[in-house]
């Protein structure tokens, strides 16, 4: 079981994803670092794509008890058996989101930078809230979530708090005081091997 004082691990897919090959791969990740959640996130706006990759990673995911949420798409978390829902849009659609899912379903939301936004998805009903990129990315306008952020965020609220994007060993090692999770996704997937590139990221931590 992973260390509850430390944070915990949510797994992001890559945006693109073979099943032929994927599968086989998230599953050795899986069994090499304890995973509190899988994120199905997928840059295809194929509806069958989708329902056929949440089908195949929630398989894989379930056996291993991790439960599997997706981004923004809340009616195939819905109709394909999955735990809940990864809100991109910040506060503005927790409320909708819990109505269709229910109480029992995880509803998160990304807030970007902002303060006032995770305490509005807080007071929304969201399970957590997620603040990034803590790191460099190439994508964005180059704003980041700051550890001042966080430290504020997890002395005065008890939602808990995502630390995702960019994340290196050192941020890894920097964020784990005030974060309760870090989402990792893209930092591993493009090695020869994945699970082995996660354990050296995650190594301040496991």
């Known amino acids: 079981m992973p260390d509850t004082d430390r944070p915990q691990l949510c797994l992001i897919t890559p945006a693109e994803i073979d099943l032929d090959t994927f599968c086989d791969a998230l599953s050795a990740v899986l ?3 304890d995973t509190a959640c899988l994120r199905l996130s997928l840059a295809t706006r194929d509806e069958d794509r989708i329902a056929r ?3 195949a990673v929630r398989l894989v995911a ?9 981004e923004s798409h809340v009616q195939i978390a819905e ?3 999955l735990d809940g829902v990864h809100l991109t849009d910040g506060a503005r659609s927790v409320r909708t989101a819990r109505k269709v899912l229910g109480t029992d379903a995880i509803v998160g939301a990304y807030c970007g930078q902002t303060r006032h936004e995770g305490i509005n998805a ?7 809230v997620a603040f990034g990129p803590v790191g460099s990315v190439a994508l964005g306008p180059g704003e980041r979530a700051d550890r001042d952020l966080f430290d504020w965020w997890s002395a005065m609220i008890e939602v808990p708090v995502i ?7 050192e941020l890894v090692e920097s964020f784990a005081p005030v974060a309760d ?8 997937w493009g090695a020869d091997d994945p699970a082995a590139a996660l354990k050296a990221l995650m190594a301040p931590i496991l």
């Open 181 to 188: 999770f870090f989402a990792i996704g893209t930092e591993i």
């Open 62 to 70: 379930h056996d291993r008890d991790i439960p599997v949420v997706i």
């Open 53 to 55: 990759a949440a089908d």
């Open 79 to 81: 109709r394909h058996g």
């Open 31 to 33: 069994d090499a670092v």
């Open 122 to 128: 807080g007071e929304a009903g969201a399970d957590y």
């Open 163 to 169: 630390a995702e994007g960019g994340l290196t060993t």
